[in-house]
């Protein structure tokens, strides 16, 4: 069964770096999520991205970070400035065009910021 | 604004033990229902979803959850758990709004099952 892949499944940087995020979509999915999960809370949506572009944003999502499809194929999540709270399980999810509400998950990045 | 809470953190059962795990949800529109899992080292997986029509629904692994419309909860149910349902549960819900479609999860709940 295809899967949503993502890499790398933990990723330790310095406050004030730049990470960024990579995620393999399924093959045909056209539409695209990141959530994350700090330890111990809900897991959060950040951000939706379809046609190159962002569908929808949440207020988490501020000027640090970005989204993008480089290659048409990874989707990447970048944090230019990591700040502590940062620090959490990043998800990304997939889901194909007439699937409104199937929306399948990657394993997850752990990013600790120190 | 939206949300959705679970209010059982962690529930330990004895396998054949019946499960109900609680799931509400506060919408002003239309909703959706989902129930994921996570299993001890795997990704979020989808259980069962609600769109509309039969309030009962059925998922994968014997799992069955009921939307009551009027008490605005989604409560998932099994009526014998295994040892192998150990995991993470989450309730989950979206609006259709600007086609992003984005779930707003609850906070979860660990269910541990004992031999």
């Known amino acids: 069964e295809p899967e949503v892949t993502q890499t790398p499944s933990h990723q330790v940087t310095q406050m004030g770096q730049e990470v960024i995020l990579r995620c393999v979509p399924i093959?045909?999915?056209?539409?695209f999520y990141w959530y994350r999960q700090i330890l111990g809370q809900k897991v959060e949506f950040l951000v939706s991205?379809?046609?190159?572009?962002?569908?929808?944003k949440s207020e988490i999502f501020d000027d640090q970070f970005s989204v993008e499809r480089p290659d048409g194929s990874n989707f990447t999540l970048k944090i230019r400035s990591t700040k502590l709270e940062d620090s959490a399980m990043y998800f990304c999810?997939?889901?194909?065009?007439?699937?409104?509400?199937?929306?399948?998950f990657g394993p997850g990045t752990r990013l600790t910021v120190t | 604004a939206q949300s959705v809470s679970q209010h059982n953190h962690h529930v330990i059962l004895s396998e054949a033990a019946s499960l109900e795990l609680g799931c509400n949800y506060s919408?002003?529109?239309?909703?959706?229902l989902f129930w994921y899992v996570q299993y001890p080292g795997q990704h979020l997986q989808l259980l069962l979803k609600?769109?509309?029509?039969?309030?009962l629904v059925k998922g994968i692994k014997g799992f069955e959850a009921e939307f009551i419309k009027s008490k605005f909860s989604f409560n998932l149910r099994k009526p014998s758990v295994q040892w192998s349902d150990t995991a993470e549960y989450f309730c989950?819900?979206?609006?259709?709004?600007?086609?992003?479609?984005?779930?707003?999860f609850g906070t979860g709940t660990q269910l541990k099952v004992e031999l």
């Open positions: 999810a997939t889901r194909e065009a007439d699937k409104v509400y199937e929306q399948y």
């Open positions: 093959s045909n999915h056209l539409y």
């Open positions: 991205f379809y046609n190159n572009e962002i569908s929808e």
């Open positions: 919408y002003g529109g239309t909703v959706n």
């Open positions: 609600y769109f509309s029509g039969d309030p």
């Open positions: 989950a819900a979206s609006l259709l709004t600007g086609g992003g479609n984005k779930l707003t």
